[in-house]
T-cell receptor
Framework: GQQVMQIPQYQHVQEGEDFTTYCNSS?????IQWYKQRPGGHPVFLIQ?????EVKKQKRLTFQFGEAKKNSSLHITATQTTDVGTYFC????????FGKGTRLHILP | DVKVTQSSRYLVKRTGEKVFLECVQD?????MFWYRQDPGLGLRLIYF???????EKGDIPEGYSVSREKKERFSLILESASTNQTSMYLC?????????????FGPGTRLLVL
């Protein structure tokens, strides 16, 4: 069946360092979404990517969708303490599959 | 503003009890979802509904049932709670187009089954 791998599972970075999380699918996707969940909170939608090779930016966050539409990445430049949380990719083809998430911890 | 509410933030039940988790959305969304979230496993879809009285099994429906009698309300039922159903339960809704729409999540219900 369709699977999605998200790596790394955990990431500790110094404040100000960059951070990247990756998602890989075993099949081609129609779109991918990214969500953020703060500690103790619920997932909140960040962005959706639809086109092959698409790149979108939200301030310090850069989202990419692979050319083959099988992988995606989220990159945060110069992390801040407000970036703490778990970042999920959600892959959608004929069903919705959440990645297991990458938990980002910021060291002051 | 989009709003999804869940009936309880915390719930403690005993093994064998029947448990109802309620979710209400005020956005006139077509789709509603129930997930459970466990450490290391991420979010797993239990059931979803794309219309009133319609339901579809997700990835882990065993031990659960759902009810959607009104568009704004989606209930998750644990017929006979077991300890392995201790988890965080998240409800979500989306406008339409099952796989292409933003999902809006409720605050979650943390269920402990003793």
């Amino acid at each position: 069946g369709q699977q999605v791998m998200q790596i790394p599972q955990y990431q500790h970075v110094q404040e100000g360092e960059d951070f990247t999380t990756y998602c890989n699918s075993s099949t081609t996707l129609s779109n991918i979404q990214w969500y953020k969940q703060r500690p103790g909170g619920h997932p909140v939608f960040l962005i959706q990517l639809v086109k092959s090779g698409e790149v979108k930016k939200q301030k310090r966050l850069t989202f990419q969708f692979g050319e083959a539409k099988k992988n995606s990445s989220l990159h945060i430049t110069a992390t801040q303490t407000t970036d703490v949380g778990t970042y999920f990719c959600v892959m959608a083809d004929d069903k919705i599959i959440f990645g297991k998430g990458t938990r980002l911890h910021i060291l002051p | 503003d989009v709003k999804v509410t869940q009936s309880s933030r915390y719930l403690v039940k005993r093994t064998g009890e029947k448990v109802f988790l309620e979710c209400v959305q005020d956005m006139d969304h077509e789709n509603m979802f129930w997930y459970r979230q466990d450490p290391g496993l991420g979010l797993r879809l239990i059931y979803f509904s794309y219309d009133v009285k319609m339901k579809e099994k997700g990835d882990i429906p065993e031990g659960y049932s759902v009810s959607r009698e009104k568009k704004e309300r989606f209930s998750l039922i644990l017929e006979s709670a077991s300890t392995n159903q201790t988890s965080m339960y998240l409800c979500a809704s989306s406008l339409w187009g099952l796989t292409k729409e933003t999902q809006y999540f409720g605050p979650g219900t943390r269920l402990l089954v003793l």
